[in-house]
């Protein structure tokens, strides 16, 4: 599907709108490839912006100064040409946190983050992610129990949503438990970021929902300011007090930040890694010997089925030159990770394939590059890395209870996340 329009003062140019309903996402994303390495697009609600959807060229813009993300050097946003309720404007202006500036400021916040943030704390978390897995687990042998119950004789087994009974709950808690967030909160948050992620949000409920998640995040840091525990946002308040200040702002746009990426990406790497094994029982096979690391599992789900399929929004300060095309001085950029993780450029003729013995170094970008890149890579990669083999060692027949051509894709442009995922545990082991 395409559209046509015409900024002012500039040449026309043929968009690529991207489907608010994301009913092709591998089909959208070769065409994006297609259109060259910068490419016209229309986001859902009609909003004009560029997408850069090639490894070399995206990881050029993303460590290019003249890309901000300053929302006032967009020339729609100027102009006021975005509505207050279009449905992606908490994403497109989240607030101020490390999410939205550059420079020094930039510097000063993750700085903050990366000290609060640290290799020695994201370790620590490995035993209550373990811990969590297992008791995950437990309620999926239970379920599975309930549902052989009912089922009829012969039945290959009762039908379990994956992403609702594990691969959701599981980043959740570990979030939860990151930040300091009270977990009676974490229903609600579900429903909140849902709305937040939607293209399908009603208008009069944006505006809402983000006054919501900010006022639960501002709850929160004034909960850990009166009594500090030991958690992110505590630590965050700690360093911000000894240190370069964060304002009560910032440390709550941080935390929002953090929740939503740290759970979102997540949930959707997990399932898409028992999708695609399911798609490539070989290599499941390879995986259950031990003949293939769970870490190529992690990596090529990452590169190949990427948890985040667009990620809004830069503004050029100047006008960009990217391959044949210019990316102008007051218009945005999105980084289109589904169609980069594709790209034959960089992986060579199978790109498009699911592959965990690649012989070549899968350097994928789907946690970002240069100064902005996700300051959460290693606690996602870490919770994956122990949940997926917990979870087949469990259930080693693990596989879907429908085809993959009926699994569904949420309204969300952002993720590459599905409704849900139905599969048949099989034996559990131990």
Known sequence: MTTTGMDENRT???RIALDPFVTDLDGESERLRAAGPLAAVELPGGVPVWAVTRHAEAKELLTDPRLVKDINVWGAWQRGEIPADWPLIGLANPGRSMLTVDGADHRRMRTLVAQALTPRRVERMRERIA????????DLDDLKSAGADKADAGDAGAVVDLKAAFAYPLPMYVIADLMGIDEARLPRLKELFEKFFSTQTPPAEVIATLTELAGIMAATVAAKRAAPGDDLTSALILASENGDHLTDEEIVSTLQ????????????????????????????????????????????????????????????????????KVLPAGDALIVSYAAIGR???????????????????????????GPHVCPGA?????????????????????????????????????????????????????
């Open 12 to 14: 026309e140019e043929t």
């Open 131 to 138: 811990a969590l897995t297992d008791g995950l687990l437990d």
């Open 257 to 324: 930040l953090m929740v939503a990426a740290g759970h979102e990406t997540t949930i959707s790497l997990i399932v898409n890694a028992v999708v695609q094994l399911s798609l490539h029982p070989d290599q499941r096979a390879l995986v259950l010997a031990g003949k293939a690391d769970w870490s190529s599992v992690v990596e090529e789900t990452l590169r190949h089925s990427t948890p985040t399929s667009h990620v809004l929004i830069r503004f050029a300060t100047e006008d960009v030159q990217v391959g044949d």
């Open 343 to 369: 790209d034959e450029r960089a992986h060579g003729p199978t790109a498009t394939d699911f592959d965990i013995t690649r012989t070549s170094p899968n350097r994928h970008i789907s946690f970002g590059h």
């Open 378 to 430: 290693a606690l996602s990669r870490l919770e994956a890395t122990v949940a997926l083999p917990a979870l087949y060692t469990r259930f080693p027949n693990l596989d879907l209870a429908v085809p993959a051509t009926e699994l569904r894709n949420k309204p969300v442009v952002t993720q590459n996340d599905l409704f849900e995922v139905p599969v048949r545990l099989g034996a559990s082991e131990g």
